[in-house]
Protein backbone atom coordinates (compact mmCIF):
# COMPACT_ATOMS: atom_id res chain seq x y z
CA UNK A 1 0.00 0.00 0.00
CA UNK A 2 2.47 2.14 0.83
CA UNK A 3 4.85 1.94 -2.46
CA UNK A 4 1.84 2.08 -4.25
CA UNK A 5 0.72 5.67 -2.39
CA UNK A 6 3.98 7.42 -3.82
CA UNK A 7 3.61 5.09 -7.04
CA UNK A 8 2.25 6.63 -10.52
CA UNK A 9 -1.47 6.50 -10.22
CA UNK A 10 -2.19 8.06 -13.42
CA UNK A 11 0.08 8.40 -16.21
CA UNK A 12 -0.42 11.33 -19.30
CA UNK A 13 1.78 11.43 -22.68
CA UNK A 14 4.68 9.74 -20.14
CA UNK A 15 4.00 12.36 -17.50
CA UNK A 16 2.51 10.77 -14.23
CA UNK A 17 0.91 11.91 -11.07
CA UNK A 18 1.04 9.57 -7.61
CA UNK A 19 -1.69 9.20 -5.00
CA UNK A 20 -0.11 12.02 -2.94
CA UNK A 21 0.40 14.43 -6.03
CA UNK A 22 -2.25 17.27 -5.74
CA UNK A 23 -4.86 15.65 -3.52
CA UNK A 24 -5.10 13.93 -0.33
CA UNK A 25 -5.99 10.13 -1.39
CA UNK A 26 -2.88 8.66 -1.15
CA UNK A 27 -2.16 9.98 2.07
CA UNK A 28 -5.12 8.47 3.14
CA UNK A 29 -3.97 5.15 1.57
CA UNK A 30 -0.07 5.88 3.26
CA UNK A 31 -1.60 6.29 6.67
CA UNK A 32 -4.03 3.24 6.45
CA UNK A 33 -0.93 1.34 5.42
CA UNK A 34 0.88 2.71 8.62
CA UNK A 35 -1.90 1.43 11.04
CA UNK A 36 -1.85 -2.07 9.55
CA UNK A 37 1.62 -2.43 9.36
CA UNK A 38 2.20 -1.19 13.03
CA UNK A 39 -0.85 -3.88 13.85
CA UNK A 40 1.03 -6.65 12.21
CA UNK A 41 4.34 -6.21 13.63
CA UNK A 42 3.20 -5.64 16.71
CA UNK A 43 1.63 -9.00 16.64
CA UNK A 44 -1.34 -8.36 19.37
CA UNK A 45 -3.71 -11.04 19.60
CA UNK A 46 -6.36 -9.40 20.65
CA UNK A 47 -10.06 -9.37 18.80
CA UNK A 48 -9.58 -5.86 17.97
CA UNK A 49 -6.53 -6.47 15.89
CA UNK A 50 -8.68 -8.25 13.02
CA UNK A 51 -11.27 -5.44 13.57
CA UNK A 52 -8.54 -2.73 12.88
CA UNK A 53 -7.07 -4.54 10.19
CA UNK A 54 -10.01 -5.46 8.55
CA UNK A 55 -11.05 -1.45 8.74
CA UNK A 56 -7.69 -0.36 7.61
CA UNK A 57 -7.94 -2.73 4.66
CA UNK A 58 -11.16 -1.45 3.63
CA UNK A 59 -10.59 2.25 4.00
CA UNK A 60 -7.57 2.08 1.70
CA UNK A 61 -9.76 -0.01 -0.91
CA UNK A 62 -12.34 2.52 -1.01
CA UNK A 63 -10.13 5.25 -1.58
CA UNK A 64 -8.20 2.90 -4.35
CA UNK A 65 -11.69 1.89 -6.09
CA UNK A 66 -12.81 5.36 -5.92
CA UNK A 67 -10.09 7.00 -7.59
CA UNK A 68 -9.68 4.06 -9.97
CA UNK A 69 -13.08 4.68 -10.85
CA UNK A 70 -12.79 8.00 -11.03
CA UNK A 71 -9.32 7.88 -13.33
CA UNK A 72 -10.34 5.23 -15.71
CA UNK A 73 -13.90 7.11 -16.59
CA UNK A 74 -11.81 10.70 -17.14
CA UNK A 75 -9.87 8.39 -19.21
CA UNK A 76 -13.14 6.89 -21.35
CA UNK A 77 -14.70 10.32 -21.38
CA UNK A 78 -11.95 12.07 -23.43
CA UNK A 79 -12.58 9.30 -26.28
CA UNK A 80 -10.25 7.64 -28.34
CA UNK A 81 -7.37 10.06 -28.12
CA UNK A 82 -7.41 10.43 -24.42
CA UNK A 83 -7.28 6.48 -24.28
CA UNK A 84 -4.12 5.79 -25.96
CA UNK A 85 -2.50 8.85 -24.18
CA UNK A 86 -3.72 8.41 -20.95
CA UNK A 87 -3.58 5.07 -18.33
CA UNK A 88 -4.31 4.44 -15.08
CA UNK A 89 -0.23 3.40 -13.11
CA UNK A 90 0.56 0.97 -11.89
CA UNK A 91 0.89 2.43 -8.00
CA UNK A 92 -2.88 2.81 -8.05
CA UNK A 93 -3.41 -0.35 -9.03
CA UNK A 94 -0.48 -2.14 -6.65
CA UNK A 95 -2.60 0.11 -4.16
CA UNK A 96 -5.83 -1.17 -4.37
CA UNK A 97 -4.41 -4.81 -4.19
CA UNK A 98 -2.57 -4.40 -1.60
CA UNK A 99 -5.66 -2.49 0.35
CA UNK A 100 -8.08 -5.53 -0.28
CA UNK A 101 -5.26 -7.91 1.17
CA UNK A 102 -4.75 -6.66 4.45
CA UNK A 103 -8.93 -6.22 4.56
CA UNK A 104 -8.38 -10.01 3.57
CA UNK A 105 -5.50 -10.34 6.27
CA UNK A 106 -7.95 -8.75 8.86
CA UNK A 107 -10.91 -11.09 8.32
CA UNK A 108 -8.50 -13.51 8.25
CA UNK A 109 -7.67 -12.47 11.50
CA UNK A 110 -11.41 -12.33 12.95
CA UNK A 111 -11.60 -16.24 11.59
CA UNK A 112 -8.98 -18.13 13.41
CA UNK A 113 -10.36 -17.22 16.60
CA UNK A 114 -7.83 -15.08 19.16
Do not use: C, E
Not at 74 to 82: H, M, V
Amino acid sequence: MLIGSFGPWVKVLGISASGTDGHNDGWLVVGAALIGALLLFTRRTSHATGVWLLLAGLSGAAVTVYDRHQVSSAISDAGPLGQGLAQVGWGLNLAMAASISLGISGLVWLNKGT
